[in-house]
């Protein structure tokens, strides 16, 4: 078994050089923020092995104390993690590094570029419905629509290990959420995008990576972890699940973008 590595500083004058250095290189970077600077941190460190599969993250507030920041920063950035398919969090025990994936998670056509822009637009408005929605949903469902949910998540996980098509176990999934806040325009709006929401269905040869890579696996973990704290009526919980969810759909997104538009900027 590997012995778990935290990366953190070991003395208090370590801590506040590492925190200064941190400050330091955003700084010196335009455009870079604190919580991408602590990412490509975190990232190197796993990709030179000083972070080995298996090996548990310090917790939120040793980062926090080690590295001079606020929650937000940490928050962000092990959220990137995770949209990386770096590092996955289990409620209640902790964030630990995932093991290596072969070639990336989400494609994009560099045609698709600007249609995938709209797409980031409507995963920054679910970002706050949905968000609500959830602490709703756990403060006011039914044991009926607890069941529900849990009928769309297996219908999900079967789908995806039959290779078969997940978006619409995926919509029945958030619509229920929706329904479950007993107010009737959360499903309402639902109803009205449809399975447009699901970003995988706005960008025509968008795509998924094979079963295999565990993109879809990551995304039932997400949906995992909304519907059990939703199960135990801990509503600040599901908003954050939701809220690190629907985040890392728009960082997996804006990856894509990325390596969409390098693409397009070779020569012919």
Partial sequence: MNTPSTGLPESIASAA???SSLRGRAGRSAGRSLAKVLFDEFESKIRQGLLREGDKLPTESELVQGYDVSRTVVREALSKLQAAGMVE????????VLPPRSGGMFFLDPSELAESVDVLAVLELRISLETESAGLAAQRRT?????????????????TQLGEDTVAHDFRFHLQIAQATGNRYFADIMNHLGTTLIPRTRVGTARSSPPNDGYLQRVNREHEEIYMAIARKDAESARAAMRVHLTNSRERLRQAQVAAAATAALPA
């Fill in 143 to 159: 044991e009926g629509q607890l069941q529900a949910m849990r009928a769309a998540l297996d219908d999900f996980a079967q789908s």
């Fill in 89 to 96: 969090t289990r409620h209640g025990i902790g964030t630990f």
């Fill in 17 to 19: 050089q590492h925190a």
